[in-house]
């Protein structure tokens, strides 16, 4: 029984399954995923249950950053297929009872699409579609130091980019060919939402909003100060979470009409905090539905020094965080639960143990933990199969624009290459990008060609066709997991109460629903852990919902054993 998306909050019981589109299926035999691969495996995942397919782009785009730097909002690219092939797809979905949520990519454009084509000219009526800027006062313009501000993109290198054509610098908090659209001019929210609307008219059923929390600039573009030992990234510099965010977030809402046609609406919101989140999800303010936060995948850096900065991560730490977000928005707002996205490493290798001896197990209780958590889950391609990361152990088969500059810039540095690598083959968004692995063919099922991006060798014991044979394996845990929320609404709309928040191998929690509650208790760790028994709610008589292993010790949970037992209620 699949979702009733007439209900206002459908998407507070769906489940989201995220699509990387360049390397899910390739249909054609280029090595490069597609739209015609995507449609040929939908029932994967009508089988796994999901409600929601969420698509990375799929725009006609340059590809300097994968698909991020679109030059056509209203076409497909070749690489992926056609319009037709997305009609196509959208038409497989909804037979399916599977919507439709499409990236939205709107806080910058390609430096190819013709709205900057055209801004370039300074006497073009679009000259304020983007952020263009003079030389720093007393600079000669494109200079070393002439730069307006002292700002650096995402990417490496300055967010400004001097263009001779124009004698002025326009702004890019991210690639060079990624320059920022100016939200300010209202004539370019119009043409984003005109956008919008045509989506939604051709069957789009929401949106994941990239990076949307920068959309709103400061009143005035000046320099700012960078941390101890920091560059001066976006998220340093004074460009997240501007001034009149909340105003373009409920205008969008109102002119595409998001909240009165019940689209799911996600916002990427790097920086943002559990307040801000709340405001921006409250129903009656009509922005977003959900937000996605970052917090939790940033516990693994050394403070103050970024992605790349690796340190141990300690399970209070982690579980203290997910209670911040869970209490924060228990009566106002609402969670997005994710583990594993496109640009992050795999879950079962960050946080799990992907070792022969616990893989399966540590992927299930990750799962478990996480949807049994108060709000929307999201599953990544390949999470359900418990993929791992890539393991590259050299430069070479790296793609990710972001990943190849840290590693420019951190040898050219003298940082020595073994310890970029090993942060690489922790953190790099590569790990996420390997192709998806179908069966143990030469290329996983996935392409007959050359893939664009190295197939995982582990493919021949970890892809779908083993996993779908085998009744005990992670994707049907998943399938379990899936059908429990649909099933209970206790998963839903219960209230989330952490227990044993110092322990350190132990995740232990209850979820409330009138008289229903269901006791969590998983044991996150690669050694035995045991529970005592004045520590949790008595579980004498209780029925178990689902559990990672067969019944044992109850007291003594296996490495990576996790259970939900059902306390009271129906």
Not at 237 to 252: C, D, K, S, T, Y
Not at 382 to 411: C, K, Q, V, W
Not at 502 to 507: G, I, S, T, Y
Request: with cysteine; charged share 25%; hydrophobic share 40%.
């Amino acid at each position: 029984m699949h979702l009733d998306i007439r209900s206002p909050d459908w998407w507070k019981s769906a489940v989201v399954y995220q699509v990387y589109p360049r390397s899910f299926a390739d249909s054609d035999g280029d090595g490069v995923g597609d739209i015609p691969g995507i449609t040929s495996r939908l029932d994967h995942l009508a089988q796994l249950g999901v409600d929601v397919l969420w698509l990375s782009p799929v725009y006609a785009s340059p590809m300097d950053d994968n698909g991020y730097d679109i030059s056509d909002y209203q076409d497909i690219d070749p690489l992926f297929g056609s319009l037709a092939d997305l009609d196509a797809l959208v038409a497989g979905l909804h037979e399916r009872g599977i919507r439709l949520v499409m990236d939205l990519v709107v806080n910058h454009t390609s430096d190819e699409h013709p709205w900057f084509v055209e801004s370039r000219d300074p006497q073009s009526p679009r000259r304020d579609w983007y952020w263009w800027r003079p030389a720093r006062d007393g600079h000669q313009p494109g200079t070393a130091g002439a730069e307006p501000t002292n700002w650096e993109s995402a990417f490496s290198g300055s967010a400004w980019e001097y263009d001779e054509r124009s004698g002025e610098y326009y702004l890019h908090l991210f690639s060079r060919k990624q320059p920022d659209l100016n939200w300010e001019n209202p004539v370019v929210r119009d043409a984003v939402h005109t956008m919008m609307r045509w989506w939604v008219d051709r069957g789009v059923d929401g949106f994941r909003m990239d990076v949307i929390n920068l959309i709103s600039k400061p009143a005035r573009l000046v320099d700012g100060v960078p941390p101890p030992g920091r560059r001066l990234t976006p998220a340093f510099h004074p460009v997240a979470n501007g001034p009149r965010l909340h105003e373009f977030l409920r205008e969008m809402n109102e002119r595409v009409g998001l909240s009165e046609r019940h689209l799911l609406t996600v916002g990427e919101m790097p920086g943002s905090s559990v307040a801000l989140a709340r405001d921006v999800t409250d129903p009656a303010r009509r922005e977003l539905d959900m937000v996605f936060t970052f917090e939790h995948v940033q516990l693994d850096e050394e403070p103050g020094l970024g992605k790349w900065a690796l340190r141990p991560l300690a399970l209070p730490v982690l579980k203290a965080n997910l209670d911040l977000w869970q209490r924060g928005l228990e009566e106002t707002g609402w969670n997005s639960l994710y583990w594993d996205n496109h640009d992050q490493p795999r879950a079962v290798s960050r946080f799990g143990d992907d070792s022969p001896a616990h893989r399966v197990a540590s992927a299930k209780t990750l799962a478990t933990v996480l949807h049994l958590h108060k709000g929307t889950p999201y599953v990544y391609q390949g999470e359900e199969l418990g993929m791992t990361n890539a393991d590259f152990t050299d430069i070479g088969p790296y793609r990710d624009i972001e990943s190849l500059g840290f590693h420019g810039d951190a040898t050219s540095l003298g940082t020595a290459p073994d310890t970029v690598l090993a942060a690489l083959a922790a953190k790099s968004r590569d790990n996420a990008r390997t192709p998806m692995q179908w069966d143990d063919s030469e290329h996983a099922g996935f392409t007959a060609g050359e893939p664009w991006l190295p197939v995982n060798p582990n493919k021949d014991v970890i892809n779908a066709a083993a996993a779908v044979a085998d009744p005990d394996s992670v994707f049907h845990h998943y399938r379990r997991l899936i059908r429990l929320r649909r099933d209970e609404p206790v998963v839903v709309h219960g209230r989330f109460e952490l227990l044993l928040p110092e322990h350190d191998q132990l995740w232990a929690f209850t979820r409330t629903h009138g008289d229903d509650v269901l006791l969590v208790l998983a044991n996150c760790s690669s050694l035995p852990a045991y529970v005592d028994p004045v520590d949790v709610p008595d579980r004498g008589g209780a029925k178990i919902l689902i559990s990672t292993h067969v019944e044992g010790d109850p007291d003594r949970l296996r490495p990576w054993e996790s259970k939900v037992y059902r306390l009271t209620g129906a």
